[in-house]
């Protein structure tokens, strides 16, 4: 391949390519060539990207103290926004997409020569005026400055090879360029004039045979696609392949995962080296990557409050301190208990301050406590530079990207991001001071706009868009999706410019013919590019039948069968019939050993003992979702701390009825205040109204609970949230049990608070729903005389139970002793390491722990 290369680069020579990309690759294959030659040191050839020659011929001008200042894409759309802005009243929340499509327009005006008052005077629309009046005001402010951006470059440069005052010498050989512009016809003329010989690369010979094969879906063809790769180099290990789709940014990963599926298959779980064995030629946005993500939301706090699900994120992130993340990852399962609100530092300080002792949890707490420092301590405004160095000394003292080593992509990475922050720094030459959130939206927004691709030479495929396989060659190629809906590709005509002036000027897309004309060109070019090229596209495309495209007439293609798709791994590795059953059994409950989730776990072992033993015994527990507004669970301990609180002197029932209205409604009042207090600290408006509601509800909510007291028979109250521990059959529980009332015979009430939809404690059968009462009943030394749930809902405040006096004493002990037996046995399962899954169950009921019992399954198969 690239035989042409070294011949080309003899003498005084040069070689332009369309894009980096191929500058690169051209580079390392004239290395190859030397070390093929025998050569240990040789001159660094001179290859450039169009927009690197362009910048190398501006730094070798003569007399640069008379040149226009570069500004540099950053500080060109910062001045593209502000001339925008001076057109609109308010501003915009599509301004960015603006920003970046007039500057685009701005570009392809440069590129095909044409000027502002062209535009002026061809606007029809309102979108057209608006555009000229931007690009004139962009205009004046270049000029009166003396700046010139990317789009105004290659006619300085035009300018400066034709006054003589930059040059090159010899051969300049053009690459890649698939559609000549006007600017690069001028300086091509320019180069002549100083006597440069210059030529453009013609195109390789059409491969002799071109394959077209057709298949079921998109899908099956890119992981048909990446079987034929793996073929291809099983037969030659060092050729090179390309697999072309067209829009590859907007799918870029998964169809680098369709690809991988038949590339290599199970690559989720091959080595690092192994399963990135496809090079996508598309990177992605910087903001995209996780540690970038992670820099911007932390550096986020800095000059505004973060929501909870944000500072979730920083807690469970390892990219922040250290790499241990257990005591952080219980502070933020506290954090999903808390109200939904808006967290600053110190709020959050506040609220998780002394609720893990763990040293990593320690730390990051200890990091939030200096963001509140730096918060107070932050100048008012200060130049791009200044906050540039204030943003990497800050990220540094939070031991952003933690404390493991850097993998070559992760450097890469960090240099990517300083030299994001150097732009960040140069933009004081436009602005020159800011605020510091001003400055963290600009680096954000530089961040989006910034695509990065690691660099790495472990890569078998390379997946590339049709621009980036301009130009380049390879020993097989596949073009995929080349179907009439999609070749050729959709024209791209610039919206900000009336038609009539593109299509004078020959600008791209202008009419239709030049969309076909350069398809026809761009899909003639990549089918000389390998030896052996295939051409495919998918029968169905979004319910859509699809036929080949009419531009593959000019490729002489031949009907070939489809290439078997190997279809997805996971679902092969199904069907092999190699599942290995272990006869593992779990290992009994020791003397020694504390089984978590109180009375629950004996709930959960009645009801599935898989659940009982991975919620008691493993003490695994269901990841609840960051609630909005008031947690449930929140109302719900509010409510018992509020009980808790209003019988803390365990009065009796004639107590409880002496209580006047005045004394009833200042108790209550009391209790909720204490109860709410801790939660109350810090609130934002919208937290304070919802707990001045929730305090309203719940007034009421007490005031019928105490009339239900008032109503029964006599009793005095011996305990609240009382703590006992429970033992049977070597299962330890530690059981809080809500309320316990001691009757005038001397036997006791057992209440177990409810705050959800209203329950009822018997089924139809007269079997216990809630089985924690019974366990409470085991674990109380006395005489149990009844036990019931107390409902405490808006929907209903009721006493809901079983006890002597729906029945005779005999026949009450008697049932009592029943559902004892059913703790013992469930005890008993638990002990001997029961772990049976209850096919029976629904799946709502499953679904806290399907993802580790394979219920879903369990049931299909069955």
């Given at each position: ?35 093929k ?17 362009l ?77 000229a ?13 003396h ?90 290990t ?8 067209d ?20 690559w ?7 399963a990135?064995?496809?090079?996508v ?12 993500a ?19 994120h ?91 080593g ?108 030049d969309t ?12 000389s ?8 596209y998918?029968l ?57 989730g ?31 507004g008031l ?48 939660h ?9 109204e919802?707990?001045?509601l ?18 029964r028979a ?58 924690q009462l ?9 005489t ?79």
């Open positions: 391949m690239y035989k042409w290369l070294s011949d080309t680069l003899q003498g005084p020579a040069t070689v332009i390519t369309a894009n980096r990309r191929l500058a690169r690759v051209l580079k390392d294959e004239y290395a190859q060539l030397q070390i030659a025998g050569r240990k040191a040789w001159q660094s050839p001179a290859i450039y990207s169009w927009k690197d020659w910048e190398a011929r501006l730094l070798e001008a003569t007399e640069q103290g008379d040149l226009p200042t570069r500004i540099n894409s950053h500080q060109s759309q910062l001045l593209w926004e502000r001339c925008l802005r001076k057109e609109f009243d308010e501003p915009r929340s599509g301004l960015a997409a603006l920003v970046r499509l007039s500057r685009d327009t701005w570009q392809r005006l440069a590129d095909w020569r044409v000027s502002i008052r062209d535009v002026a005077r061809s606007a029809q629309s309102r979108d057209h005026k608006l555009f009046s931007v690009a004139g005001r962009y205009l004046a402010i270049m000029q009166r400055e700046w010139v951006d990317d789009a105004g470059l290659a006619a300085l440069i035009d300018e400066l090879l034709r006054n003589g005052r930059t040059r090159t010498k010899g051969r300049v050989t053009f690459v890649g360029f698939d559609r000549v512009r006007p600017v690069v016809t001028s300086i091509v003329e320019a180069l002549g004039i100083i006597g440069c010989d210059v030529r453009f690369l013609p195109a390789r010979p059409i491969a002799a045979s071109v394959g077209l094969q057709s298949f079921e879906t998109a899908d099956a063809e890119m992981r048909a696609a990446g079987a034929w790769a793996r073929e291809r180099l099983a037969e030659h060092d050729c090179t392949i390309a697999i072309v789709v829009n590859l940014e907007q799918e870029a990963e998964r169809r680098a995962r369709l690809l991988r599926e038949g590339l290599v298959p199970g989720q779980y091959a080595p690092a080296n192994v990135h064995a496809v090079n030629s598309y990177g992605r946005k910087l903001a995209d990557f996780p540690s970038i992670i820099a911007l939301l932390s550096l986020q706090w800095l000059v505004r409050e973060l929501s909870a699900a944000e500072v979730g920083l807690l469970r992130t390892s990219l922040l301190g250290t790499a241990s993340t257990a005591g952080r990852s219980r502070l933020e399962l506290r954090l999903r208990d808390l109200p939904d609100r808006s967290w600053s530092p110190a709020m959050l300080s506040a609220a998780l301050r002394g609720r893990d002792e763990n040293t990593d949890a320690l730390q990051w707490l200890s990091m939030v406590a200096s963001i509140t420092k730096q918060r107070r301590e932050l100048l008012p405004t200060a130049s791009p530079a200044e906050w540039a160095v204030y943003i990497d000394e800050t990220l540094k003292s939070w031991q952003w990207l933690g404390s493991n850097l993998s070559s992509v992760d450097f890469q990475l960090v240099n990517r991001w300083r030299e994001l922050l150097n732009d960040l720094a140069r933009l004081e030459l436009v602005s020159p001071v800011m605020t510091l959130k001003t400055a963290i939206r600009r680096l954000e927004l530089m961040a989006t706009e910034t695509v990065f691709q690691p660099e790495s030479e472990d890569y078998a495929v390379q997946l590339m868009g049709p621009l980036e396989a301009s130009g380049a060659e390879f020993d097989a190629i596949w073009i995929a999706g080349v179907s009439a809906s999609h070749w050729p590709p959709a024209g791209n005509p610039s919206p900000l410019l009336s038609r009539q002036l593109q299509r004078q000027n020959g600008m791209p897309d202008a009419d239709p013919d076909v004309t350069y398809a026809r060109s761009l899909l003639m070019h990549l089918g590019s390998a030896s052996e090229v295939i051409c495919s998918p169905t495309e979004d319910d859509a039948e699809q036929t080949p495209s009419d531009l593959l007439q000019g490729l002489r293609v031949e009907s070939r069968p489809a290439h078997p798709d190997p279809g997805w791994h996971a679902t092969a590795l199904s069907q092999t019939g190699c599942t290995v059953v272990v006869d593992d059994t779990v290992p009994k409950v020791l003397p020694g050993e504390r089984v978590a109180g009375a629950g776990t004996i709930q959960r072992q009645l009801a599935d003992p898989f659940a009982g033993f991975v919620a008691g015994r493993l003490g695994v527990k269901y990841l609840s979702p960051q609630a909005i947690p449930p669970a929140l109302r719900g301990n509010i409510i018992h701390d509020a009980l808790c609180r209003l019988y803390a002197d365990t009065p009796s029932r004639s107590d409880i009825l002496g209580w006047t209205d005045e004394e009833l409604s200042a108790r209550t009042k009391q209790s909720l205040n204490s109860a709410f207090a801790r109350e600290r810090n609130t934002d408006a919208v937290l304070a919802l707990f001045k929730e305090h309203r509800r719940m007034s009421g909510l007490l005031r019928n609970f105490v009339a239900i007291d008032r109503q006599d009793f005095g109250i011996a305990f609240v949230e009382h703590e006992v521990d429970f033992s049977e059959a070597n299962v330890r529980l530690r059981l809080r049990v809500d309320r316990i009332d001691r009757l005038p015979d001397d036997t006791l009430a057992i209440l177990d608070y409810k705050t959800g939809a209203p329950r009822r404690f018997l089924t139809s059968d007269g079997q216990p729903r809630e089985i019974i366990a409470y009943a085991c674990a109380l030394g006395g149990v005389s009844e036990v019931a749930l107390a409902n405490i809902d808006t929907r209903e405040v009721s006493f809901v139970g079983a006890g002597r006096n729906d029945t005779n004493e005999a026949d009450w002990q008697q049932r009592l002793t029943q559902w004892k037996r059913l703790v013992e046995i469930a005890c008993k399962e638990i002990s001997g390491g029961d772990t049976r899954v209850n096919a029976a169950q629904s799946v709502k009921d499953a679904r806290d722990f399907n993802l580790l019992s394979r219920y879903t399954e369990l049931r299909r198969d069955g």
